[in-house]
Nanobody, 122 residues
Framework: QLQASGGGAVQAGGTLRLSCTAS????????IGWFRQVPGKEREFVTT????????SYAGSVKGRFTISRDRSENTVFLQMNALKAEDSAVYYC?????????????????WGQGTLVTVSS
């Protein structure tokens, strides 16, 4: 099970850190990805961190501003979001995948946490 938290309302240029905490699973058995969705649009890939070697991948729209990291002692993956823009406003979801590869589509993920809302005002 995954629990996402840390969303909130910030002004453009601000920062937020999202957390995705795992329970009831062996954390290291899964890659963790972050996706986001706005009403009326498809859920889109934001970033992912692989199982094992912690390789990362980012969507072009967030590269250089967002950083994903894994803390095994806390069974948590963090998404540090800096220099936020209004277009980053969305519900953010974390998800787990048993793949060893970098996976970026929703169908690659086996289970999902509930979303956390991020609102960035310009």
């Amino acid at each position: 099970q995954l629990q996402a938290s840390g969303g909130g309302a910030v002004q453009a240029g601000g920062t937020l850190r999202l957390s995705c905490t795992a329970s009831g699973i062996t954390f290291d058995d899964y890659a963790i990805g972050w996706f986001r969705q706005v009403p009326g649009k498809e859920r889109e890939f934001v970033t992912t961190i692989t199982r094992g070697t912690d390789r990362t991948s980012y969507a072009g729209s967030v590269k250089g501003r967002f950083t994903i990291s894994r803390d095994r002692s806390e069974n948590t993956v963090f998404l540090q979001m800096n220099a936020l823009k209004a277009e980053d406003s969305a519900v953010y979801y974390c998800a787990g995948s048993s793949s060893w590869e970098i996976v970026t589509t929703t169908s690659d993920y086996d289970f999902w946490g509930q979303g956390t809302l991020v609102t960035v005002s310009s």
